[in-house]
């Protein structure tokens, strides 16, 4: 049995992927404007207030309080049904009792009252324990924000009256104190009067979920681009499309990303559009071509933003272009930050000169000008050394460092008078000697 407390537990510890406007807005009256300032769909603001509701009314009902228990009305309504079923299923036995011939079309009638009777019970005992099921669903939901302010305004008003969370005199209260009393209807199914129609609990569906991980993701890939300081090419603008004319085939998709992300992206016109067509498959399929064109054409600027501010930050290496990677000793002029692999910028401009500029560490090429390395750094580029101290080196670069150090101590040691370029060339030929 789940009480208030810890239904409320459950919404703070459900995922806290909620934004931050619908946490600001909880407990007060839905805002009819987005962060930007743009009036909010009819939508978003009835499914926000449907929200608060929620969250007001659990707030105020007592911890120990079992709100999925059951009311005197509704159980009145159970007792009634089962005296009622329990009687048909007696007197279809006692005709039963009277009968010989069980092949005889009376008899399976009989038979057949007694089985709808035991089926009923059995229905209605599934249907009661998936609605308290759904009820818990319902205020879990609410009170951790999953709920997508997409809902259609029907279900929406149907899953409040259902679970009893109806104030229609505004008194912050609900109105059947969390009592929603159903009717059986035939075959122990339960309903719901809504508008004077009979609702059948089997019919209804809870609220549709957020889609934060299409929602989050899109806006947080045009950031990734806005940093990496790329234009937005051709091929990848058609490669972005195709990825979100699949993500918003799901017309469910396309409901949440627009009723439940207006404030970080700007699409109340069409949330507007869609109330004002809710069945038009046609004006869907604009809205969501325009969703897609915006989306796009956002990706396109936030490439443009990044490149442009990279330019702007990267004034150096105006005008140039990539050429590859170098490998660089410590001697070299160029090798700025010691030893390492350098990325080599050109410029159409003979008279200007090439920028290097470092990219990382590589072993065996270190600050004491061991023979240029390869890329990987396992071999050396010396052809002049032998074959088994090529390979000794390829099996352990770090012979090359620790041997070429010991040697140079040993030649400077011997030869003080010895500058550090004289030092280095009796050091590598020593070693090609070796």
Known sequence: MANNQLITGAGVAAKKFVDAAAEVGKGFAA???????????????????????????????????????????????????LVNERQKYADAAKTLAGMTDATSPEYMAQVDIMNG???????????????????????????????????????????????????????????????????????????????????????????????????VDLLNQNETVRRSGQLVSDDAQRMYRLQLQTAFANQDSLRSFIYDFEDEFPTEDLGKLWEENPNNGDVINQIRGEVINRLVNSRIQAGQAGYAQRQSSGSAYRGYSKSGTVMLPATNENATEGAGEYQVYVNPDPSKPNIYRFVKRVAGLEDNSLPPQTGDGTETNDSGLPDDLRNERAM???????????????????????????????????????
């Open 117 to 215: 009777v035991n089926n009923s019970f059995t229905n209605l005992a599934d249907q009661l324990k998936a609605y308290k099921k759904g009820k818990v669903e319902y205020a879990e939901g609410m009170l951790s924000g999953t709920y997508s302010d997409g809902n259609e305004l029907e279900n929406s008003k149907i899953n409040a009256t259902i679970y009893g969370f109806v104030d229609e005199d505004g008194d912050g209260r609900s109105d059947s104190r969390l009592n929603a009393p159903f009717s059986i209807m035939d075959g122990g199914n339960i309903g719901f009067n809504i508008d004077g129609q009979t609702v059948s609990y089997k019919d209804t569906n809870l609220p549709l979920l957020k889609d934060y991980k299409l929602g």
């Open 396 to 434: 352990d670069p770090t012979k090359d460092e620790k041997d070429k150090a010991a040697i140079m101590k040993a030649v400077k040691k011997n030869n003080p008078d010895l500058s550090r370029e004289e030092v280095i060339a009796e050091t590598n030929r020593i070693l090609k000697g070796i």
């Open 31 to 81: 805002a009819t404007q987005t962060a930007r300032g743009f009036n909010r769909p009819n939508t978003v603001t009835k499914n926000q207030e449907y929200q608060n509701r929620v969250n007001s009314l659990m707030g105020k009902m007592k911890t120990d309080m079992d709100f999925t228990s059951f009311s005197p009305e509704e159980t009145a309504a159970m007792r009634t049904f």
